[in-house]
């Protein structure tokens, strides 16, 4: 869901219903870090990290052959 949408949902909710729903959010957090295994979420961090420096490359590269091509 894009922020957009997600604006027009909270002008649409009670104040109340959208603090219940982070509290419920964060409480549900909590209880799946209790059943993942310890050091999967810094693995799951690393790995996100990873992946952002990988499209990170295939930008750079595509910008320095744009810029090979154009001169």
């Not at 992946?51 to 595509?62: E, G, K, V």
Request: a positive charge.
């Amino acid at each position: 869901m894009n922020e957009e949408k997600r604006k027009k949902l909270r002008e649409k909710l009670p104040p109340e219903a959208v603090e219940h729903m982070k509290a419920a959010r964060a409480e549900m957090r909590k209880g799946m870090e209790t059943i993942l295994p310890p050091g999967f979420l810094e693995h799951r961090r690393a790995a996100r990290k990873e992946m952002l420096l990988a499209f990170r490359s295939m930008i750079d590269a595509a910008i320095k052959h744009t810029e090979e091509k154009s001169a």
